[in-house]
């Protein structure tokens, strides 16, 4: 692990040197009438492993809509697409638009996947022994997309819609999925709509310096628009930011989910991963209500060059007033790397490590929150 953990270093690195050296072989800016650019394409090369995946590969682009920003806070319409593999047999195929329109007054966020994703599983509950892991094989379809309004001058509201197809294709002879009694072992479809309310005074998406964001997420899955069954989940997501001297930011979260209802295991909260619980496998712990608690300490070392360390605390249980009966602990630190000089997105590696002994390497864009 630590030899792997020092190549994805030294590939980081020869990619700064390639950024610097032969950006104008990455970046392409597409011009109308050959005076404004309004186009602005950024190929990301993707090299990874995790808990969940292995190592993986693949690529992706960013799309930069130069022309439509939210005027408010300096932020770009974008469209965001990734292709990935990994040596688990896993392909996910991502698609993700972030438009502004009427100068920032509105906002659709769309996030699309296809996923045939291999995959362990432990049971349902906080305390299912490690004994218990089953590779079992589900193919997804997600579609979540929100519209919100800007209501002056931070606040935003907004309707949206979430349409889940899980199907399970492949189970453990004789495991726990395999005996039927777990809700969504055989597939589920999740549909419905959701009421979407923010404060958000952030100064950038991708790796905040200062400002506040907090977040209600209100989602209904009915049968009557084609769910497998019926269940409401409400989220709640607190984050702030504050820079202390000079290039040095200590950022918070505090993230809640929690579902009622009858809810296939698909839908329910899943503990630990690369936004939630880094350093657990994610979806090792699954139960309705889950809490994630999150400080980070990030220090700017060079102008696309900074790392972070975190510790992480949270929970998860099937009833909320035992959230708090057994904690899991993580922690961990990485590196970041601004792909393109002028723009904020960010290449993530960060290594978590939780207090049962074990870990995992991650890989993301941006800033885990």
């Not at 392409?28 to 950024?42: A, E, F, S």
């Not at 682009?61 to 939210?70: C, D, E, G, K, V």
């Not at 929970?315 to 792909?339: A, E, M, Q, T, Y």
Request: aromatic share 14%.
């Amino acid at each position: 692990m630590k030899l792997l953990f020092t190549l994805i270093i030294v590939s980081l690195t020869f990619c700064s040197a390639f950024a610097q050296e032969e950006e104008n072989n990455i970046i392409y800016r597409l011009d109308t009438i050959g005076k404004q650019k309004k186009l602005k394409i950024i190929g990301l090369p993707i090299a990874f492993t995790s808990p969940e995946t292995n190592f993986g590969f693949g690529g992706g682009a960013q799309f930069i809509l130069l022309n439509n920003s939210n005027v408010y806070n300096s932020r770009t319409s974008n469209i965001l697409m990734s292709a990935i593999y990994t040596l688990n047999q896993q392909l996910s195929l991502e698609v993700r638009p972030q438009i502004y329109f009427g100068r920032g007054n509105y906002f659709l966020d769309v996030e699309t996947k296809y996923k045939i994703f291999p995959n362990s599983f432990w049971g349902v509950g906080n305390d299912t022994p490690a004994s218990n892991e089953e590779r079992y094989n589900m193919t997804s379809t997600e579609v979540k997309a929100s519209f919100l309004k800007r209501l002056p001058p931070l606040l935003n509201f907004g309707i949206g819609l979430n349409l889940q197809m899980h199907q399970v294709t492949e189970v453990a002879e004789g495991g726990l999925l395999a005996q039927g009694n777990i809700l969504g072992s055989d597939g589920a479809i999740i549909s419905g709509l959701s009421i979407i309310f923010n404060f958000d005074s952030r100064d950038m998406i991708e790796s905040p310096r200062k400002g506040f964001f907090f977040g209600m997420d209100t989602q209904f899955s009915s049968e009557n628009w084609g769910a497998t069954s019926g269940f409401n989940k409400f989220i709640g997501d607190f984050r702030t930011y504050q820079s202390i001297g000079t290039g040095s930011v200590v950022a918070m979260q505090v993230y809640s989910e929690n579902t009622f209802g009858v809810v296939p295991f698909q839908g329910k909260a899943w503990y630990g991963g690369g936004q939630r619980g880094r350093g657990y496998f994610r979806g090792r712990f699954v139960d309705n209500h889950m809490y994630v608690g999150q400080l980070e300490y990030r220090l700017q070392l060079h102008s696309r060059w900074s790392m972070a360390a975190f510790g992480i605390i949270g929970g998860i249980s099937d009833v909320p007033n035992r959230l708090f009966d057994d904690f899991k602990v993580s922690f961990g630190g990485g590196f970041r790397f601004k792909f393109v000089k002028d723009q904020n997105t960010l290449l993530r590696l960060d290594y978590g490590y939780n207090r049962d002994g074990n870990g995992g390497i991650y890989f993301g864009v941006n800033e885990a929150f």
